[in-house]
């Protein structure tokens, strides 16, 4: 059956809403922000709502950086394993890598376990944090942490060994 294209649809006309602007919530700003502007009602200090980037934030942010790094090598016994099987395998990796490509490859999938240790680490540490009880969820999370390392180290197998087996075959 052909409907007559003059006839009224049964679907009605899509027509989408204006957001509604009473329902912006105004940050407040401390009194140093320096380039703090107005977008449509809503207050910011930049374009992406960040405050001002400057060697001074990239000073704090490397600070916090380092005391992660710091905890993590404190109070992960699995992080310092991999710190010193990356202190072996970065420079072999340099040295057995024939070219630049080769090389960010081998020492890039070892990085990759470091940061997805930090990351898993995190995760352990936020769920230690709410009690020691066990709850399905929080297992869940942690096996999934676990996961994610395990597959990087995969990766690092699957990399080193795509790079260099072809040399001794």
Known sequence: MCQNPSAPSAAPEFRPHAPDRSAVVRIPLPSDARSVRSTGGLTVADETGHWPRGPARMLKATIWSCQGLRAAWLHESSFRLEVCLLAVLAPLAVWL??????????LGSCLLVL?????????????ERYGPEHH??????????????FVTMINV?????LILLPRLL
């Open 97 to 106: 890598g024939q070219s630049g490509v080769e090389r960010a490859l081998l």
């Open 115 to 127: 940061a997805v240790e930090l990351l898993n680490s995190a995760i352990e540490a936020v769920i």
């Open 136 to 149: 399905e969820l929080a297992g869940r999370a942690k096996d999934m942490g676990s996961a994610a390392v």
């Open 157 to 161: 197998l699957a990399v080193w060994g």
